[in-house]
């Protein structure tokens, strides 16, 4: 139940649906006072959520900073969260990965460097009542591989849906291997606060990594403050969906 209630809310916190609905809301009421009111309020929504240089510096604040490796060290295995591949995507002789690629990436990156010495994938599939191929973590499992990490330095976990399913059934795993004792958890960089604090909820210490950045540096234009952009109810919508996200698993005990 509270895996398809995040998916209804996900839907309801969409700046977009906000903006149409006001809009249709002042066509309702056209005959009143409240219609130049709407369409004021349609209009101020309208410039905030088209403006890059606002929503990048509320990502910017939101983000986890990046982690230089040389602040990294070595540990015994990365955790990379799932979440970046459709696998409802046909045909299923490929992998289809979206923005988050970074997440795959990275982890690569530290394996190669020495700075992990095993992966764990955790995820399943986000997807409501659609029977998939594979899991996000097979499909992920199948990009290592092609990319020459060898299958006994890759362990799997294949039934989380969210976030909190990650951090409890990652511990569930790694109780089944006692040589694992320190952890890097790799994800997206607005969703490593929210996994962090899972985390650690279950007992589990890692060394945050985030990857895959919504946010740029910022720059000292005219350009950067006064130019629309159509990207940005987008960035909005993901960043006000994590806000959001994180006060629920507060509420919920999920976050520490």
Same mark, same amino acid.
């Given at each position: 139940m509270f895996f398809v209630l995040s998916k209804i809310l996900d839907f309801l916190l969409s700046p977009m649906l906000w903006f149409v609905g006001l809009l249709l809301l002042a066509l309702v009421l056209r005959r009143t006072k409240w219609c130049l /009111?709407?369409?004021?309020?349609? %209009?101020?929504?309208? !410039?905030? $959520?088209t403006n890059s240089a606002l929503v990048n510096e509320a990502l910017l604040a939101w983000?986890? @900073?990046p982690k230089p490796l040389s602040e990294l060290g070595h540990r015994d295995a990365g955790v990379l969260l799932t979440g970046i591949t459709s696998v409802?995507?046909? @045909?299923?002789? /490929?992998?289809?990965?979206?923005?988050?690629?970074?997440?795959?990436?990275?982890?690569?990156?530290?394996?190669?460097?020495?700075?992990?010495?095993?992966?764990?994938? #955790?995820?399943?599939?986000?997807?409501?009542?659609t029977k998939v191929a594979r899991s996000e973590a097979e499909e992920l499992r199948i990009l290592l591989r092609l990319a020459g990490v060898p299958a006994q330095d890759i362990l799997? *976990?294949?039934?989380?849906?969210? %976030?909190? *399913?990650?951090?409890?059934?990652?511990? #569930?795993?790694?109780?089944?291997?006692?040589?694992?004792?320190?952890l890097v958890l790799i994800t997206s960089a607005f969703h490593e606060r929210r996994a962090?604090?899972? $985390?650690?909820?279950?007992? !589990?210490?890692p060394v945050v990594f985030p990857a895959s950045y919504y946010s740029t540096d910022r720059r000292p234009t005219l350009t950067?403050?006064?130019? @629309?952009?159509?990207?940005?109810?987008? !960035?909005?919508?993901?960043?006000?969906? *994590?806000?959001?996200?994180y006060g629920v698993y507060k509420l919920l005990g999920y976050v520490k």
């Amino acid at each position: 139940m509270f895996f398809v209630l995040s998916k209804i809310l996900d839907f309801l916190l969409s700046p977009m649906l906000w903006f149409v609905g006001l809009l249709l809301l002042a066509l309702v009421l056209r005959r009143t006072k409240w219609c130049l /009111r709407l369409l004021a309020l349609t %209009t101020v929504l309208a !410039l905030i $959520f088209t403006n890059s240089a606002l929503v990048n510096e509320a990502l910017l604040a939101w983000e986890v @900073p990046p982690k230089p490796l040389s602040e990294l060290g070595h540990r015994d295995a990365g955790v990379l969260l799932t979440g970046i591949t459709s696998v409802t995507k046909s @045909p299923h002789d /490929r992998v289809y990965v979206n923005q988050g690629a970074d997440r795959l990436l990275h982890t690569l990156w530290l394996y190669r460097a020495k700075r992990i010495r095993k992966i764990i994938i #955790s995820g399943g599939s986000g997807a409501i009542n659609t029977k998939v191929a594979r899991s996000e973590a097979e499909e992920l499992r199948i990009l290592l591989r092609l990319a020459g990490v060898p299958a006994q330095d890759i362990l799997l *976990e294949t039934k989380s849906r969210n %976030t909190h *399913e990650n951090a409890l059934n990652t511990k #569930s795993l790694l109780a089944q291997h006692p040589e694992i004792k320190s952890l890097v958890l790799i994800t997206s960089a607005f969703h490593e606060r929210r996994a962090m604090g899972c $985390f650690r909820q279950v007992g !589990l210490e890692p060394v945050v990594f985030p990857a895959s950045y919504y946010s740029t540096d910022r720059r000292p234009t005219l350009t950067y403050w006064l130019i @629309p952009n159509d990207d940005a109810p987008r !960035l909005w919508s993901i960043l006000v969906h *994590e806000m959001v996200g994180y006060g629920v698993y507060k509420l919920l005990g999920y976050v520490k």
